[in-house]
T-cell receptor, first 111, second 113 residues
């Protein structure tokens, strides 16, 4: 099965600081997705990466998929308290019907 | 803005009882999913549903589980005989043409005693 490992497991940063979250797959990824989960709530889709070397941005969040398509990083610039939550990377099998999520990274932003 | 809704928000049941978790996906969506998240653990895929049938299911989704879309709007997950280890948050999700852009409901917390 697809295994997705995220690092770090948790992160505490001061507001305004930049941070990076990594997601590593044991297999070549067909598609890599980033979601955010607020504590005790459902997941919110952030972005999807499919091509090796692809980079996408949404507001102050940038995600990149490496050339070999086995690792992705999520970078937040000038973090704000609203960025706090759990960030999950996800992947699917080529069928697109079964999804796997990573172990999650818990982000706390201190004002 | 359209959203996925789930009821109830919290369900407490005794071991061996049947439970039905209900979801109302976004109306024009085509793909439907159930996930579960045991407290402190990762979100786990249970089942995907498309074109009125199960597309794929995980090893967790055994004969105790079933899904239905009875009336074109609701999407239900039934657990026939609950076990203690079924205690978890259950999330429903739906997606439109882009299956990966899933919209999640707020979840139902199931507690089996």
């Amino acid at each position: 099965s697809q295994e997705l490992e995220q690092s770090p497991q948790s992160l505490i940063v001061q507001e305004g600081k930049n941070l990076t979250i990594n997601c590593t797959s044991s297999k070549t990824l067909y598609g890599l997705y980033w979601y955010k989960q607020k504590y005790g709530e459902g997941l919110i889709f952030l972005m999807m990466l499919q091509k090796g070397g692809e980079e996408k941005s949404h507001e102050k969040i940038t995600a990149k998929l490496d050339e070999k398509k086995q690792q992705s990083s999520l970078h937040i610039t000038a973090s704000q308290p609203s960025h706090a939550g759990i960030y999950l990377c996800g992947a699917d099998r080529n069928t697109g019907n079964q999804f796997y999520f990573g172990t999650g990274t818990s982000l706390t932003v201190i004002p | 803005e359209p959203e996925v809704t789930q009821t109830p928000s919290h369900q407490v049941t005794q071991m061996g009882q049947e439970v039905i978790l209900r979801c109302v996906p976004i109306s024009n969506h085509l793909y439907f999913y159930w996930y579960r998240q045991i407290l402190g653990q990762k979100v786990e895929f249970l089942v995907s549903f498309y074109n009125n049938e199960i597309s794929e299911k995980s090893e967790i989704f055994d004969d105790q589980f079933s899904v239905e879309r009875p009336d074109g709007s609701n999407f239900t997950l039934k657990i026939r005989s609950t076990k203690l280890e079924d205690s978890a948050m259950y999330f429903c999700a739906s997606a439109g043409g882009d299956y990966y852009e899933q919209y999640f409901g707020p979840g139902t917390r199931l507690t089996v005693t």
